[in-house]
């Protein structure tokens, strides 16, 4: 279908709460379409709907080293978590930040495909991670939630800064990457 463009902080919409796919019909298969053409024109490994100003609960991952084995993953849910660990995550709604998270690093999840059928399975690593990245923007929550008050205030000064002079926050946000 289309690359997408991808909302970034501080849009106010990155913090709607997404709603529930309760229909699993053609709009929900574009939808699939666009954000896996929108994930594999970025450098990133996975991209929720409501980056993409839709939000609903779905996201799609690509952990594949030739970015063929896009995955589909709506309405999400976490059944299990354990093996916890720090992980380096970023943000492409976060652009010029990474941030070192404490994170479950194996994950049962159940989710729907896109035909609505019910699917369960076990994540490790950093599937797992990304899994858990994109849901916390199902929720409004956002990488930089996740910085420390100073760090925070940084990254906020630093956009504020840019906002002025048209420079890109990334040029100031060099001591926020973990």
Sequence with gaps: MAVQSIIEYPDPRLREVSSTVVDFDETIAALAVDLIDTLHASSAIGLCA????????MLVMDHS?????PEIFINPEILAKDRYGFVEERCLSV??????VF???RIQV???DLNGDSVERLL???PAVCLQHERDHFDGKLLVDRLNWFRRRRFRASIAKAART????????????A
């Design 124 to 126: 490790e690593g950093m």
């Design 103 to 105: 994170r479950p690093t």
């Design 110 to 112: 159940r989710y729907r």
């Design 50 to 57: 409501a980056q993409i100003d839709r939000p609903l609960k």
């Design 65 to 69: 080293a030739d970015r063929s084995a």
């Design 95 to 100: 652009p010029g930040i990474s941030v070192n």
């Design 166 to 177: 048209g420079s890109s926050p990334a040029d100031d946000l060099s001591g926020l990457s």
